[in-house]
């Protein structure tokens, strides 16, 4: 795996069982992750869910209808709605509990490249923009259309429609519950127009352009309600730079550059070290690799960038779950021999990029009077060593859990002499699959009632 000091780690896990590329993917409320359709060689209804608690993929239930280049999204019900694709307006329904498939109302407007798609504050949600061939004409057709889907009556209704047409434009919900929407291609021209969608009006109304022009590129709400917006593609060669709406001013102010050119990249925000990650988007113009990197929010600086650990195109095949872990599954890999030209294949393997867990106090202690080492090695196969110090005499008590949060085995559980400590665990009879280990410590010196906790994660591979 490849590892980067206090940010985390790229971890392969277990392969899907069909390679997928144009495939949607949504984390479940359960935590595992279900992947939908494909487009390699014919359109594909097939699905599958990586299980944390087995450590591997399984098929499930296949959809209705076959699908490439949609979109699944969990509403607030704990269903997800897959949306539309190549080829379709249809949309359908998926129950995690029974795990099956109900088809459920079409979307209005037929679209499949790039749209917007967004969960408002109430939990509709909202479609804009987008494009599709015409079947006749063969032209690319881009959309000012709008819609959204209506969680409680279940279905599809037209909003008024954006002032522009565009397509692969970002569209980020802010803090007020409108929504900001950038650049995109609009007919043929890259744009840098901008425009926000009030849900509670159904108006939109032309903001402050962008200082560039952007489509492909990517942008996340920052802490303070201000928008980061990087990359892109204005059309060659791709863009490193970055910048910041403020929506309290109506103003953009630049910042810098991110430490690759990317398009179609994506920003996650990883709040355990308050920084953004910005994965992939980059095999070209300086690199034949696609890398990740990390970017201060604060003082809007990159800060490192790394290499991802194969070469896999980083686009819709990756998502981040709500404990801030990053997932990725299947899409292209891809290599440029020295000489040659590029080709591609569709991958079945999948990644999971640990977030390194910091430690989280029960009161008003300081971290450093307590340590918990990551377990070494790991990924591990199957025996693995814990390691932690005290300062002081302790009451200690050391647990492993599965995925799933369930107690799997107690380590330690008695009081201890201050020093360094470690534990050996053996883990031949669990499936592999992502494990926790937490360090509970109580302290005469720390007060009545108070402990501290530090928890971190493994992965045992079989």
């Known amino acids: 795996c490849s ?7 790229w971890i392969e896990l277990d392969s899907m069982n069909v390679a997928r590329v144009g495939h949607a993917m949504v984390e479940l409320p359960n935590g595992n992750i279900l992947v939908s359709g494909s487009g390699i060689d014919s359109i594909q209804a097939s699905a599958e869910i990586y299980d944390f608690s087995l450590g591997k993929w399984r098929q499930t239930t296949p959809m209705n209808i076959a699908r490439d280049s949609h979109t699944l999204v969990l509403l607030e019900s704990g269903k997800v709605l897959a949306i539309g694709g190549y080829k379709e307006q249809s949309c359908e329904l998926f129950n995690p509990e029974n795990e099956t498939w109900t088809m459920a109302d079409s979307i209005p407007t037929y679209r499949w490249i790039r749209p917007s798609i967004t969960k408002l504050k109430n939990g509709n949600i909202l479609v804009a923009g987008g494009g599709y061939i015409d079947s006749t004409t063969h032209d690319l057709i881009t959309l000012k259309a709008a819609e959204v889907y209506d969680v409680w009556s279940k279905e599809w209704k037209t909003l008024s429609s954006m002032n522009i047409s565009r397509r692969q434009h970002t569209a980020t919900l802010l803090q007020d519950g409108r929504v900001l929407v950038t650049g995109g291609f609009n007919e043929n021209l890259s744009t840098n127009e901008c425009e926000i969608y009030d849900p509670v009006a159904d108006s ?16 996340i709400l920052l802490k303070n309600g201000n928008v980061f917006v990087s990359g892109g593609n204005p059309l060659y060669p791709w863009l490193k730079s970055c910048e910041v ?8 102010f630049s910042v810098d550059d991110m430490l690759a050119y990317r398009t179609g990249h994506k920003i996650y925000y990883l709040s355990e070290i308050d920084k953004l990650y910005i994965l992939g988007g980059d095999a070209q113009p300086e690199t034949t690799e696609d890398t990740w990197e990390i970017y201060d929010p604060i003082s809007l ?3 490192y960038k790394e290499s991802f650990p194969v070469n896999i195109f980083l686009d819709y095949n990756n998502l ?16 440029i021999p020295a000489g040659g030209l590029p080709y591609s294949w569709p991958s079945k393997r999948s990644w999971m990029f640990d977030v390194i867990t910091h430690v ?27 390691s932690y110090t005290l300062k002081s005499s302790s009451i200690v008590k050391l647990v492993i859990y599965n995925s799933l949060g369930q107690e799997i085995s107690v380590l330690i559980n008695k009081k201890q002499l201050a020093g360094f400590y470690e534990i050996y665990f053996n883990a031949s009879d669990l499936p592999s699959g992502v494990y926790y280990y937490q360090l509970t410590i109580s302290n005469n010196e720390l007060g009545i009632n108070k402990t501290i906790k530090q928890t971190k994660k493994m992965v045992l591979i079989r």
């Open 320 to 335: 981040q779950m709500s404990n801030e872990n990053l997932f990725l599954a299947s899409g292209a890999e891809y290599e």
């Open 204 to 219: 939109w109304t032309m903001v402050e352009p962008m200082l560039e022009n952007r489509w492909d590129h990517s942008a």
């Open 301 to 303: 600086t990159p800060v």
């Open 3 to 9: 590892i980067a000091q206090n940010y985390g780690n």
């Open 360 to 386: 989280h106090e029960d009161g008003d202690n300081k971290i450093k009077e307590f340590k918990l080492e990551q377990n070494y090695p790991n990924p591990f196969n199957p025996t693995t060593t814990i």
């Open 245 to 252: 709406y403020n929506a309290n001013e109506n103003q953009w």
